[in-house]
């Protein structure tokens, strides 16, 4: 069942005993909610940490409402269901579409969102898995590669036929949300989890690093089976990996990152991409640009994808590339932040 209809909230720890002054320290809130085909955590500290969780919760729900493409009322499904017609877009989805634009140009068509129908007809968007024809893969790609979006004083259209999916960018743009309600409400710390997208903000209570396990794509069944794990202070790790969608069919895995330029899933020889950015004062809206990345990267490739950041003249980043033939490449800025799991038998490799 792809869209989750059940709801669960977990209070793990809440506030300082009864009455007492609150220790900003100490007082935490952890909240999980289930949106977006995932399920999140999100754990704040401070003062206002209860009210700063919940806020983070009301604008994921916002979020989704806007861009889910499974909610018919959403401003993507009027958008995909218009014909042709122009729809009127708010805020948000017209920020994801610009970004969206700008990432399809720098990464030369590997990120694309017009793969919408693509995804559907993989069954990828309604958890209804086959493997297309090859004439219906061509097909399809005509509309994906002829992909563009038409501005007009009502708003925006899609081609005819054509859709949008912002599946692989939608929670690294609520990951930018989230750094801004910490500011507002102050929040000295905090964590969330999106998927595959975290946001570890500020240090750990005793002044450490935040750890986040790089999962070992390996060993999926496997609870916390990592491959290394990053000690990451204010910074977005956002991981993207042929691992976390897939079906077999005829003893072939099939999994949900779609190459543009050939129709099926993308197979460069990695296992997963994660990217690594600062989310501080100047980081706009780098929750959405390791979103982006990881997912363009994992299309191209390991040689076109350290090129592509060799030369990348946005924001910084950091990279961990997990390799099918068994390496983990990490770029040189995250090598005194990243350790291997010596047990996961990869090899480790530091590259610039
Ligand atoms: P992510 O987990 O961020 O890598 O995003 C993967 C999701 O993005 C998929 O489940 C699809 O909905 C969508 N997607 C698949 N391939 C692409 C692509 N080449 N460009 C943009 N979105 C894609
Ligand atoms: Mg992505």
Same mark, same amino acid.
């Given at each position: ?15 300082? +005993?009864? /009455? ?5 320290? =100490? ?16 754990? =704040? ?31 993507? %499904?009027? #958008? ?23 990432? @399809? ?11 919408? $129908? *693509? ?29 563009? #979006?038409?501005?007009?004083?009502? +708003? ?9 999916? #912002? ?6 743009? !609520? ?12 929040? $000295?710390?905090? *964590? ?12 750990? $209570?005793? /002044? ?9 794509? !390996? ?19 956002? =991981?993207? /990996? ?12 099939? @999994? @949900? ?37 990881? =997912? !363009? ?23 961990? *590339? ?11 800025? *995250? ?16 590259? %610039?």
């Amino acid at each position: 069942m792809k869209r989750l209809a059940a709801y669960v909230l977990l209070t793990v720890l809440v506030l300082t +005993g009864c /009455g007492g002054p609150v220790d900003p320290d =100490t007082a935490q809130e952890s909240i999980q909610v289930i949106a977006m085909d995932t399920a999140m955590l999100i754990t =704040t500290y401070g003062e206002r940490s209860p009210a700063a969780a919940y806020a983070c919760e009301d604008a994921i729900r916002d979020l989704e409402a806007k861009l889910s493409r499974t909610d018919p009322d959403s401003e993507v %499904s009027r #958008l995909n269901a218009a014909g042709g017609e122009a729809v009127e877009v708010g805020e948000d989805l017209g920020v994801l579409l610009d970004a969206a634009g700008y990432y @399809h140009a720098t990464t030369d068509g590997a990120f694309n969102i017009a793969i919408a $129908p *693509l995804a559907s007809a993989w069954g990828f968007a309604e958890d209804r898995f086959r493997v297309p024809s090859q004439e219906e893969i061509s097909d399809l790609l005509k509309l994906v590669n002829g992909f563009a #979006l038409q501005e007009t004083p009502e +708003g925006v259209a899609l081609g005819p036929g054509q859709a949008i999916d #912002l599946g692989a960018i939608a929670k690294g743009y !609520a990951a930018d949300k989230i750094v801004e309600i910490f500011q507002e409400y102050e929040v $000295p710390r905090g *964590l969330a989890q999106l998927g595959g997208n975290v946001l570890a903000y500020g240090d750990r $209570p005793d /002044g450490t690093p935040w750890r986040v396990g790089v999962q070992d794509p !390996a060993r999926v069944e496997e609870q916390n089976a990592f491959a290394g794990v990053l000690e990451l202070t204010d910074s977005f790790a956002v =991981t993207s /990996g042929g691992y976390q969608r897939y079906f077999e069919q005829d003893g072939k895995t099939y @999994h @949900h990152i779609l190459d543009p330029a050939t129709g099926y899933p993308a197979d460069s020889g990695l296992s997963s991409v994660t990217v690594v950015a600062d989310c501080g004062e100047d980081a706009g809206l780098s929750g959405m640009m390791c979103d982006a990345l990881s =997912t !363009a990267l994992f299309v191209m490739g390991e040689e076109r994808a350290l090129d592509f950041r060799r030369n990348w003249r946005g924001l910084p980043f950091q990279l961990v *590339l997990i390799t099918e033939d068994g390496r983990v490449v990490v770029t040189q800025g *995250l090598a005194d932040r990243f350790t291997l799991e010596e047990a996961s038998g990869y090899q480790y490799e530091t590259v %610039s």
